[in-house]
């Protein structure tokens, strides 16, 4: 069926939606269903508010952050960022501009980093530090002007319209603030006049956001596709627009899940040739006595060029949160000082990081306004940054080993250790693949669960939890993302193994490789002769930020059904695309635990 007889069919005229299931296109439902957070809010209606953000899951009241965000970021903060997002969208637009004129990858490098940092500086919990958004968004004007002269000096076709036109060269900080909220979500929203059209735009929008910062970990690495940059700065000139064109913002949507999983699968790569093939290792997660540095984040090369920096000076370095799956990587666990793991996951940092007695450094996402206690041992790198926090330039990390040294460290080695296992990465669990079907073709696994995401500060989170303690004792558990940290220190669960030996829980990383849990997916369903769908597993993902949000829009262009996601639903998606992702995936929240066990056992 044609997409665009769906939308006549599916929604009344000036409201309408679309269906977007793999392989056929179906008239939605008139109804939305009832169920547990399952009623979103897209209401920008709120008279004259000092910011609108609603990028996260933990979005004030499930509508927006209006006064200050859940994250701590301020009005002006959100402000900035705003300008900056539409700073990106000008930007590609000559970009777009300059390839079709000719513009060769190499004249490309410096648009395509910028835009990388400038969009990963604003995800959640990056980047609270307005000076340094004020920087991107300056050099975001000069190399927009490059571009401007390559497509004239190349022939090219300028792009036309406000945004295309966008200069904010001569705006100082105040004026970018004020800038700011002709920009923002409610101005843009009211400039579209279609709720669900802007609904898919902002679903494009922050998935693109969470691919972005994907690449910008790959680029790191120096990995740099150039047909990747071209699709995201296509998809950012077509949310530079305000036409209310449903087909096209659709596809856009799926377009960013289908780069995003390019994306996974390069980053894949550059981790496994840089530092090796993760492999199943155990981590100490109990202190050593010495001096300390605590390394937070995702970036691995960061830590790997602070181990290098501190070989000899008798700093012992620990992970913390998304680092944890460091471990597991030859190329990295090979530094003896690489001690152990300290602390969980993000959003318990400001009493982790109290108690550590050394310097912190945070490379990614996620970073939390510190506490007095601690702001003086905090470092942030890359796009990281918060005003008043040293930041590291050039990957120098002298003066953060010089403040550890000077620092108390762990007093003494707790003994008894207690360790972790990561290192799950598919390349280590598709050697198990036949054990695995065997164990499910014999009744020793009864059924797959994938529980991973982002963490989070909710009450509603201990739902992951109890999910993964009350499931029988012969389901395998597959996790990664700091999600797991709701329950891989369960006492109940650690230790835990299957009836072939196998270990229950198996660690596959970080929320960068999302990847992983694919190959291993497609790989069994390939083994079984069915298709994803058809496997006996089950998805429930803890959502949070934009990193998630990208790796969802993956699995539903790659047509996986199912997923239950929580502990809500994005405040940015309306009653009728909701209907849409129901109708076409099955999606729905997460429920009661016990409901949601004897339904997902039935494979529902």
């Not at 069919?9 to 392989?23: E, F, K, M, Q, S």
């Not at 390019?262 to 001096?291: R, S, Y």
């Not at 089950?538 to 990193?547: I, V």
Request: contains cysteine; proline residues 4%; aromatic residues 6%.
């Amino acid at each position: 069926m044609l997409l665009s007889r769906a939308l006549r069919t599916a929604l009344p005229a000036g409201r309408r939606a679309i269906a977007c299931n793999v392989g056929s296109i179906s008239t939605l439902p008139s109804r939305l269903p009832i169920g547990r957070n399952m009623s979103m809010a897209a209401d920008t209606t709120i008279s004259n508010p000092a910011m609108f953000c609603r990028q996260c899951e933990q979005t004030q009241d499930h509508i927006a952050c209006r006064t200050v965000g859940i994250c701590g970021k301020s009005p002006e903060t959100s402000t900035m960022q705003d300008v900056l997002m539409h700073t990106v969208k000008s930007l590609s637009l000559w970009a777009v501009a300059a390839r079709e004129a000719g513009a060769s990858a190499d004249e490309m490098k410096e648009a395509n980093s910028w835009t990388l940092s400038s969009v990963f500086s604003t995800l959640t919990n990056v980047n609270f530090d307005e000076s340094r958004i004020a920087e991107y968004i300056n050099e975001g004007m000069t190399i927009k002007r490059d571009l401007e002269q390559m497509v004239i000096a190349k022939g090219g076709v300028a792009p036309d319209g406000d945004v295309a036109r966008l200069d904010l060269s001569k705006m100082n900080t105040d004026e970018l603030e004020d800038f700011g909220y002709t920009v923002s979500i409610p101005e843009l929203q009211k400039a579209m006049g279609n709720d669900d059209c802007f609904s898919l735009l902002e679903i494009a929008s922050y998935g693109l956001k969470g691919a972005c910062a994907y690449a910008a970990h790959c680029r790191q690495l120096g990995y740099v596709d150039e047909d990747v940059m071209t699709g995201i700065h296509h998809v950012f000139a077509k949310v530079a627009s305000n036409q209310a064109d449903m087909e096209g913002l659709l596809a856009n949507a799926l377009r960013v899940g289908e780069l995003n999983g390019k994306i996974l699968e390069m980053l894949d790569t550059a981790h496994a040739a840089t530092f090796g093939a993760p492999e199943p290792t155990q981590v100490k997660v109990t202190a050593t006595k010495g001096k300390c540095i605590l390394v937070s984040g995702h970036d691995l090369l960061d830590l790997e060029t602070l181990l290098k920096q501190t070989e000899g000076t008798g700093v012992n370095v620990y992970t913390h949160g998304e680092m944890l799956p460091a471990h597991g990587y030859p190329g990295l666990k090979k530094y003896s000082h690489l001690v152990g793991n300290y602390g969980t996951a993000w959003q318990n940092q400001k009493f982790e990081f109290s108690l550590f007695p050394g310097p912190v450094v945070v490379t990614t996402n996620c970073i939390l306004e510190p506490r007095r206690k601690y702001k003086d041992r905090l470092y942030s790198i890359n796009e990281v940054g918060v005003a008043g926090v040293k930041h590291i330039k050039d990957g120098d990390f002298s003066e953060v080993i010089e403040q550890a040294q000077s620092c108390k460290g762990f007093p003494r080695t707790i003994d008894p250790a207690e360790y972790l296992t990561v290192g799950f990465n598919h390349r280590a669990v598709l050697p198990l693949a036949g054990k695995v079907i065997d164990a499910v073709q014999n009744g020793h696994i009864s059924r797959i669960f994938l529980i991973g995401g982002c963490d989070g500060s909710q009450f509603d989170r201990n739902y992951f939890t109890e999910l993964a303690e009350e499931l029988p004792d012969d389901t395998l558990i597959l996790t990664l993302g700091c999600a797991k940290n709701r329950f891989i220190h369960s006492k109940k669960l650690l230790g835990q193994t299957l009836a072939n030996g196998m270990p229950r829980i198996l660690d596959m990383g970080q929320c960068n490789d999302s990847y992983s849990a694919i190959v291993v997916a497609t790989e069994l369903a390939k083994a079984l002769d069915c298709t994803v769908n058809d496997l006996p597993l089950s998805l429930c993902l803890s959502h949070l930020e934009q990193k998630a949000a990208a790796v969802l829009l993956t699995l539903l262009q790659m047509g996986v059904k199912n997923i239950r996601l929580g502990p809500s639903l994005p405040a940015y998606i309306t009653p009728n695309i909701l209907d849409v992702l129901v109708q076409n995936y099955n999606i729905m929240p997460t429920g009661d635990v016990q409901g949601d066990i004897k339904m997902m056992m039935e494979g529902k």
